[in-house]
C-alpha cells in the first residue's frame, strides 16, 4: 500500500495509537507519500472547475495538511491563500512545501476548523477530504465556520469523489 518513502508498519501503529492531532504530527513528514493526500488529478480538476467563478481575491484550505490546496488557491486568488489546520506537524511540512513565488501572499494558522478565527474574511474556501475526521453531529457546525469565515457572496468548495 505504500513505497518505500511512506512510513513503515511500526510508524502507522505507533500514529494509530497516537491522538488525531500528535497522529498527524507524527506522519505529516511522510504523509505526500501515502495514499490519503489528494491525488493531483483531483487538485487539478477543482482548480479547473473554480477558474470560471473568479476572480478571487483571498482564499481559505480548510485542514490543509501538507498544504496542496493551498498550492491550488495560490493559482486562483489575486490577494493571499492561508492554509489552517490543527497539526503543527502538517503545517511545518506545509511551510516548507508551498513558498509565495510570484503570488499572493501565503498564510499558514494553526487552529481547529470547528472555531476558526476569522470572520468574513475569505471570497472562497476550498477543503480537500477533511470531512471524514468529523462526527456527522459535528458538520453544521462546521459548515457555520466556514458560513462566517466567507465574505458575503463567497464559495465553499469540495471534491466529493463518485461512488
Known sequence: MFGPEGPSLRELAVQALS?????????????????????????????????????????????CGTGAGVRVLAGLCRRSAVGVDFSAGMLDVARLRVRPEDGPAIGWVRGDARALPFTAAFDLVVSFGAFGHFLPRELPGLFAQVHSALRPGGSFAFPLGAP
Not at 23 to 44: E, I, M, S
Not at 46 to 59: C, E, H, I, T, Y
Open 19 to 63: 491522538s488525531v492531532e500528535h497522529g498527524y504530527d507524527l506522519l505529516a513528514p511522510k504523509f505526500d507519500h501515502t495514499p490519503f493526500c489528494t491525488p493531483g488529478r483531483v487538485l487539478d480538476a477543482v482548480a479547473r472547475a473554480l477558474a470560471p467563478l473568479g476572480p478571487f481575491d483571498d482564499g481559505l484550505d480548510l485542514c
